[in-house]
């Protein structure tokens, strides 16, 4: 079955220490993204990948880390977590690039105390 | 100026009617434009993409463009309860920047039976 996966679903952390958010695609894509959501505000593009070892900033990339050394793993790194970060996380990939539609992983809810 | 609006919800219907969900853009160079369908709790998932001006249908739905007036919309015909979701509009603003994805905040439709 196609999908992206994504773990944890659930996490409950604490300030500072540093955690990752796994995303793995199985379609080949080229194109991976990972999107917060918090309420009342649709998604919001933290980093994208347009390939193997090409990421970039999207609009709220200040206290995410990524890397995309292989075409199905696209992990999301915080550092060191703040309260600021608790919030629904998606991952999503597209065959080639963001003018294609993007299929997303089931989500992770983080909350960061 | 949000580089994507969506006309503000909550939007009611009652069963069997028409569903208008509107969506303006800021970037007149954007090049394409998807609607998603996300259930409370769940992850996105697309329901119409569309790249040049003019209507696209698929079934009940269906996605207007018009680039002059930089605006998207999607109508539902027939609601059904099951279309009791918010809807995200996204828009990939340039071929230029082809892996920023920007979406709206969402418009919550409830469909009444």
Known sequence: ?113 | QKEVEQNSGPLSVPEGAIASLNCTYSDRGSQSFFWYRQYSGKSPELIMSIYSNGDKEDGRFTAQLNKASQYVSLLIRDSQPSDSATYLCAVTPSNTNAGKSTFGDGTTLTVKP
């Open chain 1, 1 to 113: 079955e196609a999908q992206v996966t994504q773990n944890p679903r659930y996490l409950i952390t604490v300030t500072g220490k540093k955690l990752t958010v796994t995303c793995s695609q199985n379609m080949n894509h080229e194109y991976m993204s990972w999107y917060r959501q918090d309420p009342g505000l649709g998604l919001r593009q933290i980093y994208y990948s347009m390939n193997v070892e090409v990421t970039d900033k999207g609009d709220v990339p200040e206290g995410y880390k990524v890397s995309r050394k292989e075409k199905r793993n696209f992990p999301l790194i915080l550092e060191s977590p703040s309260p600021n970060q608790t919030s629904l996380y998606f991952c999503a990939s597209s065959l080639t690039d963001g003018n294609q539609p993007q299929h997303f992983g089931d989500g992770t809810r983080l909350s960061i105390l």
